[in-house]
Structures are given as C-alpha cells and as structure tokens.
C-alpha cells in the first residue's frame, strides 16, 4: 500500500500490513501507524513516516519494521519515533534510512522498548538513529518498562543523541530489562550539556556482550560523560575500536567478567577506565590506558612486538590481580619497560608464569624497576629450566634438580647390599635349627643429608652342618628426605639366601647366594627457578640383585678368624617414567633403566673377646664390571636437553664396617653392626647402623 503525500491529520493506520515507497509521504499530528492488535505485520518504508506533534510508530504486536527512508517524530511533549509497547512477541527493526526524534521535552529517545521483546535491531552503514533537542535526556535508544529484553543491537551507521541536559546513545533502565548484545562497528555518540551523559549505559538487568571495533563517545559540557557506564553486570566487552569520554572511557560499578581492549580506550579529564565495581578478566594491547580504583583480579598483557604492548597506569589501586600474558600475544624474548605503574607488591598475587607461543616456550617475570614501575622480563624457558633438570649445565648453580633426585633414588634401594654382604644372616641356630632376628636399621645418606629408619625381620633354617638358608624383610618406617625428594614403601626389601659351608664349624670355604626386590614411591619435587615453573612428579623405583660370594673362614687362633672373600653382584633397577603436576607446562620423564656388574673383594675378621661376645669388621671394595643407565631425556619445553647420568658415576667403592655380638642368654644374641659405604652416584655416601636381637630356637 502506498499513501502519498496524504494531509497532516488525515488519517492514522491501524493494525495492518504498510508499505510506503519511496518519494511518498505518510503523516499525521502523532501515531501515524499503531500496530496494536492482530499481527503480525510488516512496515516497509522507502518514503517518509512523520508526526508532527507527538510519536510516530506505536507497535503493540508481532511486527518487523523495514526503514531504508525516514522515520521522523518532532515532539513538544514526551514521545519517540518507534515504540514498542507492552509487546512480548517476536519483533525486528532494520534500518538502512534514518529515524529521528527532535524535541523540546524533557525525554525524546528515537527508539524506545517499553515491557517488550525485539530479537534484532539493525542499524546499517547508511542508517542514522538519532534524538535531539531534550531538555533532560535524549536518547538514541532506550530499554524499559518491566520485562524488556533486546537480544542483539547491530551498528554499522551512526546512532547519535544530543541534548543541553543528558545524552545517551544507548540506554537500558529497570532491574528486569536488558540487551543481550551490541555489536557496534559505527559510531555511536551521545553529546550533553549539564546532564551527565554515556555512549551506552546499562541502569538495568545487564547483558551479555558488547563489542565495539567503531566508536562510541560522550562529551558533556558541564556534567560526567563516559564512553561506556555499567551500573550492573556485563559478561562480556570486547573494544577493537574506540571508547571515549571527555570523563572517563568506561565507568564501571557493576561486575565485568570479561574485558578484551585491542583498541583504545580514553577519558578526557578522568580516566581510560574508572572501576568502582569488579573486573574479572582484563586482556590489553593499548600502550598509554589509564586506569583507577579496584583493580582487575587477572590481568593479561596482549603483546604484538617488542615495541607495541599494552601499559597501563594505574591511580588509587584497590584489590590484588594475578598478572599473564595473553595466549594470542607475539613473544620474543627481552625485556618489555613500564608494562604496569603505579602498583605496588601488595596488588600483584601472580607475577610470573609461563607461555607456550607456537612450537616455543617462554618464562616471564614482573620486575620492580624502579618506583612504582613494573618491567616484564621474558626469556626461553628452556634456560632455566635446563638448570633444574640438570645443574650441572652451563651457566647454572649447583643444587637439587631432578638429574641429582633421580641419582639419588638410584642410590636409595641400593639396601640389597648392605643385607647380603654384611647383616641379614640368621647364622646361629637353637636346638631345632632355627633362628628367627628382629632389628631395626637406620640409614643416613649425605649430600644431601637424608634419614631413614626401618623395621627387619630376619628367619633362618639351618639343613645340615654344611647347608642353611634365609629370607628377610625390611620395612622402612620413616623418611627424613629434603623438602623435594619424598620417598615412602610400595614393596619392602625383600630377599633369601642360601649358603653352603665346607666344614660345620663355619671354617674353611663357603658359598652364598642370595637375591633381593624392593620398590619405594617416589615423589620429586622440581624447584622454582629464574622464570621456570616448579613442579611435582610421582614416580617408581624397583630393585632387582643377584649375589654370588665365597670367602674362605681361616681359623688363626683360638679367638680370631680372617676372611678373604670375593663375590659378584648382579642388579638391575628401574624408574618408571612420569609427567609432572601442578605446572602449567609439566615435564614428562622417561623410563630410567639401570643395569650393573659389580665385583667385590676384601677381608672381614672377628675375634671373640670373652665368653658369648665377639667383635668384628670388613674392609671391602666394589668395582663395577660393566655398568649401563638410560640417559635422562624429558620432553614437554622448548629447548629442554638431555642428561647423561654416566657423568655422576663413581665405579669404584669402599665399603668399611665394625660389629659387636653379646650373647645375653643360651639362646639369644643381641647384635650391633655400623657400615661405611660409598655410593655409586655424586660420591654420595651411606652410613648404616643395625641392631637385631637374634632368637636361637
């Protein structure tokens, strides 16, 4: 239907489809079209829609509003161009033309969304939304009334307020009304007088999002003007473009979840941001923001290059943020000036991290250069990693890194020893050939210093003069390791043996064998260092030994007997491989296997001192034969290099021990046994002290 040029009051149209082509004229005094009942309709204007003294579009019913001409409302009392009214059905406006209110009233929003629901308003690029004229508040659009929700606002053109009061570009009023999202990549500019005046406010029920890549300003003559004003919450504002307020740029008193600025964003005579509510996650490139009040509680840094990063300067800070580095950020490594001022360590929970750019990674730090000014340090993570998993690489400090913790795991089930050569040996027996030994055996190793106390169980059976054997267990009970080297029991020591002697008298020769299994959990704790991460692996440690040992018991006296012996030891020990925990970029760890020939050799003596008492000792040296461990190979950084655990190894050990027996009845043997022992890893060595009360039975 087209109504050309039709006279001012001449009609109003109600209820029905409308259609108004271009050069054509549809007017009245006010409500020149009233949709307010039936539906749903459709409003196609290519002309002109105008009231002359009042509203002009009141839309009570499902309706889409189709505008590429002009919807103009000129207003001497309240009133706007488009309205909907109490309308909870599906409605959409696309506008490609330009809906205008002008006014000399207190209140003249052009769009006005009053307890109704529209899914999408479309603003083209070649469309204007704009009120003029209010004397307390005009409004490019505004959402109220009870229940109002707009899903999406699309600005490609211009939506303009302008009044001597207040402005508003967008606005939402009432607890129960909101937008769920503006998408604006056109201008959008609210310009007061003595009124405060905002680009888009939210007084109301909130939104979604916002994301702005065009403009959105405010300016007010003598009042607060603010880019964007959040009196309540907001998920989500994402500005690629520009936010500007001759106050501040976004005012903010509800809580932001999520705040992303590619762009910029000012305030003339306040500031960038002005925060009196809450920011949860704060990304920034811009390089000169500024920023007040309460703190973001995460701030991530966008970094294009090492020249073009996003600073900000915060006044009066309130609050503690954790402070990263966005995931879309272009690293390289250097030293980024001035990326914070205005905080002191008390605001900063977090200052350093980690960061995975493509196939590199990168540490950074937060470092107080002087003042309140915090540089960003970033270098290859590798760097200082490499000295935690291996210290004795270049450029690094000598300490406890995971190389040193898994040498000395290594080091830690090497318990098979000291039971076969020198202690765990029921070797005197009651009337029925039996002996059974409880003990208790504390050992300490050195450098680090490490204490563990242990339970052992001892049982033997005695099948002829000349043949005997054994089994025993032992079972730590406590650990006293340093802080990151955690050792507890997955499978106690275990072990049997059987020994042949050539005369019954034990003089002469004798052959043993003996086997040993133990596991312990392993707990390595890597250490914070330089802008590494520190981090937590668990991990297991298996022992397998075979000994082979003949010695020859010469009898010199009456009370004293001299030992030759040699024997060979086999073993085998394995660390499963692990990944680590509690890092953001963990370490994974390979299996370690470990594998030796060792032959031993030495005199031990003992000479009986009084009736039932004795006293005796070893001197002994291991020679590896033939040793082979897996290198140290982990995975997980940059960079990260491989660690030979040959270098550490020490092939040749001393082995020293002294012991006293006292028979305290006819069948019992309380006996003391201390053992000096090198280790194969660092020149680490382990001494042993080992008290067992024996029962003869």
């Known amino acids: 239907m087209a109504i050309l040029s039709l006279p001012v009051n001449a009609q109003q149209l109600d209820n029905q489809d409308v259609d108004v082509s271009s050069g054509s004229t549809l007017s009245n005094a006010s409500l020149v079209v009233r949709q307010l009942n039936g539906g749903p309709f459709n409003i196609n204007n290519a002309g002109t829609i105008e009231s002359t003294n009042g509203s002009t579009i009141r839309i009570d019913v499902d309706t889409a509003i189709n505008n590429s001409g002009l919807i103009d409302a000129d207003l001497t009392t309240g009133g706007q161009a488009i309205q909907f009214f109490e309308n909870s059905g599906s409605n959409s406006l696309d506008n490609s033309g330009t809906i205008r209110a002008e006014s000399t009233f207190t209140f003249a929003p052009a769009i006005k969304v009053q307890s109704s629901t529209v899914t999408s308003i479309v603003n083209s690029g070649t469309g204007t939304i704009q009120s003029s004229g209010a004397t307390t508040v005009s409004e490019g659009i505004r959402v109220d009334g009870v229940g109002s929700l707009v899903n999406l606002i699309t600005n490609a053109g211009s939506i303009t307020a302008t009044g001597s009061g207040g402005a508003r570009g967008i606005t939402v009023l009432g607890a129960s009304n909101s937008i769920n999202q503006i998408n604006n990549s056109g201008t959008i500019t609210a310009t007061g007088g003595n009124g405060v005046t905002n680009g888009i406010v939210f007084f109301g029920g909130g939104g979604t999002s916002v994301i702005n890549s065009g403009t959105i300003q405010a300016a007010a003559t003598s009042a607060a003007a603010n880019g964007i004003r959040l009196k309540i919450d907001l998920t989500t504002l994402t500005n690629s473009g520009t936010i500007t307020g001759s106050t501040h740029g976004v005012s903010i008193a509800g809580t932001l979840t999520n705040l992303a600025n590619t762009g910029t964003i000012s305030g003339t005579s306040g500031f960038g941001i002005s925060n009196q509510g809450t920011i949860v996650n704060f990304t920034n490139s811009q ?411």
């Open 287 to 697: 390089t000169n923001l500024t920023y007040n009040d309460n703190i973001p509680s995460n701030y991530f840094i966008s970094i294009n290059s090492t020249a073009n990063y996003g600073k900000v300067t915060f006044t009066s800070p309130e609050g503690t943020m954790n402070f990263a580095i966005a995931d879309d950020s272009s690293i390289e490594g250097g030293t980024y000036t001035a990326v914070l001022t205005g905080l002191e360590a008390r605001h900063l929970s977090k200052s350093s991290g980690v960061q995975r750019v493509g196939s590199n990674d990168f540490g950074y730090k937060l470092h107080n250069s002087t003042g309140s000014q915090w540089d960003l340090e970033i270098r290859p993570l590798s760097e200082d990693t490499n000295c935690t998993v291996n210290s004795d690489g270049t450029n690094c400090d000598k300490r406890n890194c995971v190389a040193s913790l898994v040498e000395k795991g290594l080091n830690a089930v090497a318990g098979g020893n000291f039971a076969h050569m020198n202690t765990y040996d029921c070797d005197t027996f009651g009337s029925s050939g039996r002996c059974f030994s409880l003990g208790g055996r504390h050992t300490s190793i050195s450098d680090p210093r490490s204490d563990v106390t242990g339970l052992v169980m001892v049982y033997g059976k005695k099948v002829s003069d000349h043949i005997r054997w054994g089994s025993f267990v032992h079972s730590n009970v406590s650990y006293n390791t340093p802080a990151n080297f955690l050792l507890s029991n997955k499978t106690p020591l275990i072990g049997f043996y059987a020994v042949w002697n050539e005369n019954a008298d034990h003089t002469g020769l004798q052959l043993k064998i003996g086997n040993s299994y133990q596991a312990i959990n392993v707990t390595i704790l890597r250490e914070q260092l330089g802008l590494s991460e520190s981090a937590r692996g668990e991990t297991v440690i298996t022992a397998k030994d075979l000994i082979v040992e003949l010695r020859n018991n010469i009898k010199v006296s009456e009370s004293v007997t001299f030992t030759p012996y040699g024997a060979s030891r086999f073993s085998d020990k394995y660390q499963s491989g692990y990944t680590e925990t509690d890092a953001q970029l963990p370490l994974t760890f390979n299996e370690v296997f470990e594998s030796s020939w060792v032959a031993i050799g030495g005199i031990k003596f003992k000479k009986k001192t009084y009736v039932g008492s004795s006293v005796y000792g070893t001197i002994g040296i291991e020679q590896d034969i033939s040793h082979n461990v897996s290198t140290l190979s982990p995975s997980g950084v940059s960079g990260i290099t491989t660690v030979d655990l040959t270098k550490n190894h020490n092939a040749t050990r001393a082995v020293l021990a002294v012991g006293y027996d006292l028979k305290l009845t006819h069948n019992a043997i309380l006996r003391l046994k201390f053992q000096y022992q090198e280790l194969p890893y660092q020149d680490m060595t382990e001494e042993n002290t080992y008290v067992s009360y024996n029962l003869l039975f």
